[in-house]
């Protein structure tokens, strides 16, 4: 089916302006001296500036300060599952990622617990890795490089 151009002519046109605008950023660092309990914020939103006021009325601010992040260990847990225990090695990178997603949401004491926990299958996954190889080691020079005399047919052992 053709359509007539003319058809058209009929519907509403909407006009397109451009609008720029610049939306007044929320974030803001602030310094502030540590003998000075109180401090007041003024946020002017034309030129997107803090100004400190010191005689306003004392505004408690509450910021979230990130402490240290405890240690991951999924480094360790790659090692450990290419050189020594896999199963040890999977266990530990799981926990690993676990405390960093909670040392990223802010909960420390889960991230400390679960750095802990990734911590200690490393730790068995390389002993158990090391006792592994030196299993293998003592089993291999015992048995197969000791010349055992041949045995004649007919005899076992």
Same mark, same amino acid.
């Given at each position: 089916?053709?359509?007539?151009?003319?058809?058209?002519a &009929?519907?509403?046109? @909407? &006009?397109?302006e451009?609008?720029?605008?610049?939306?007044?950023?929320?974030?803001?660092? /602030?310094?502030?001296?540590? $003998?000075?309990?109180?401090?007041a914020?003024?946020?002017? *939103?034309?030129?997107?500036?803090?100004? =400190?006021?010191?005689?306003?009325?004392?505004?408690?601010?509450?910021? $979230?300060?990130? $402490?240290? *992040?405890?240690?991951?260990?999924v480094n360790t &847990?790659c090692?450990?599952? %290419?050189a020594?225990n896999? /199963?040890?090695? !999977? %266990?530990?990178?799981?926990y690993? !990622?676990?405390?960093?997603?909670?040392?990223? =949401?802010?909960?420390?004491?889960?991230a *400390?617990?679960? $750095?802990?926990?990734a %911590? @200690?299958?490393n #730790? #068995?996954? /390389?002993?158990?890795? !090391? =006792?592994?190889?030196?299993?293998? =080691?003592? %089993?291999?020079?015992?048995?197969?490089?000791?010349?055992?005399?041949p !045995?004649?047919?007919?005899?076992?052992?």
């Open positions: 089916m053709e359509r007539n151009p003319h058809d058209f &009929s519907a509403p046109v @909407i &006009s397109h451009e609008v720029h605008t610049t939306a007044p950023t929320v974030s803001h660092t /602030i310094v502030v001296d540590p $003998s000075e309990k109180y401090r914020a003024e946020y002017s *939103k034309r030129d997107n500036n803090v100004n =400190l006021d010191k005689t306003a009325a004392p505004v408690v601010v509450q910021g $979230s300060k990130q $402490s240290e *992040k405890p240690k991951d260990f &847990s090692f450990v599952i %290419l020594c896999f /199963i040890f090695g !999977l %266990l530990g990178r799981h690993g !990622l676990k405390s960093n997603y909670a040392w990223q =949401l802010g909960d420390m004491d889960t *400390k617990k679960q $750095s802990k926990r %911590l @200690i299958f #730790v #068995v996954g /390389i002993i158990c890795g !090391l =006792l592994t190889y030196t299993l293998a =080691l003592v %089993l291999y020079l015992t048995v197969y490089r000791t010349k055992a005399p !045995l004649r047919p007919g005899t076992f052992g």
